[in-house]
């Protein structure tokens, strides 16, 4: 018996092996360049366009260094053609050059798929220089990238020096090397660790023109604070699961455009969301839906801001994003008694924007977190079994039931 129990143990070792080899070689198959990617878009004109299926809240990261390189590890939404990525130098004070930028597959830790890590272009070119406060998107990458795929972008910064642009708290472990190292699948030369994405602030794919994306607008809950780091289990990430077994969807792609500390009103950690809506949201291509979850940063602040001050704002970004021809979903404020800054006033601040939330016009549809999350027995604090352990920030199956708690079918109310 025992020797046809280790059989056993081997067969099924051999053939979760072989499973997951067969996974890899169809991703990189899939990854690979089509031998007819010169090659029209196949349909009618206009039957396809770029969709973003990753994206990241750009914000002022301290200095930037340069021959510099950095492997930056991030978890797509939506699948399609075409991939391009976008680089942003929005916050600093001088062109930043990046003279070897590759997309790849990643194998484990900084190490890739052998054979998927492939050169990126910009205008056919290797490198690119991008001005202060600007943008730039590479060519499109030929071949198909699947749904929910962890992608590694690696970058070299050539010439870089003043402010840095990037993400701060990715809840995800990339990497960092001196000198260049993009084009390099093994990780010998990876053994900086950071927890941050530096100036890639979007990932786009080409899908049918019936397909689009919601972005999260939001503060620390959205981009992550207290989930679990490397497992990409923010609210958003479980949203995309949903969304892409979901039937009949059209909204697939999601990207998280949340900064821990963001506010409604005012800049601080981040520009407000006021002031940051066209380049963090309204700019990507394919948004269908705009997702609004701000406010418990300026209510706890004490900084005067009144309910009227926050509905007002609220206003204003719906106003703008309905103008750009996009669906705004409005989510309540969670509560966070228990949180060093909860007051009774504070409170009082909560409940009326909620109320607004919930019974004004000004949404097309309305996702209750206030709801999904607080507890039964005193709706001032978050359910314990939902609580990160500081009183605002969910954890692990709080993020789940947020995303469980969004209706998708009003993502597609637009």
Known sequence: MRDQSVMHSVSVGVRR?????????????????????????AGPPGARHDVITWGASADRMGDAVPDHSYRLVVHTSVGGDD????????????PVTFDSVYAGLRREGAELVRGSNRRLTFGGARSVTVPAGDTTYSDPLPGRLPAETTLVVSVHTAQAAGPATGHSMAMQTSYAATGDHASEEGADNWTELIGSWFYLDSVTVRTG???????????????????????????????????QTADGGAVKGVANEGISGNKTLADGAGQSALNRLERDVLSHPGV????????????????GVT???????YHTIAERAHAAGKCVVGATIAPFKGWSEWDPAAESVRLQVNEFIRDSS????????????????????????FDGGDHLHPND?????????????????C
């Open 362 to 385: 000004e949404f097309d549809a309305v996702t209750d977190f206030d709801r999904t999350l607080r507890s039964p027995y005193d709706h001032e604090r978050i359910l314990p079994f």
């Open 397 to 413: 199956k709080g993020m789940q039931a947020m995303a469980d708690s969004v209706n998708v079918k009003a993502l597609n109310a």
């Open 83 to 94: 991939l391009r990525i976008r680089l942003s130098n929005a916050f600093g004070d001088r």
């Open 17 to 41: 092996r072989l499973a997951a080899i067969a996974v890899t070689l169809l991703i990189v198959t899939a990854w690979a360049p089509a031998a007819t990617s010169a090659t029209p878009h």
């Open 288 to 303: 269908r839906t705009v997702f609004l979850f701000e406010g418990v940063n300026d209510i706890k602040a004490h900084t």
């Open 307 to 313: 309910a009227q001050d926050m509905i007002e704002g």
């Open 209 to 243: 023109v019936e397909t689009g994306a919601v972005v999260a607008l939001g503060d620390s809950i959205t981009d992550g604070w207290q989930s679990t780091t490397d497992l990409d289990r923010r609210w958003p990430d479980y949203l995309s699961r949903r969304l």
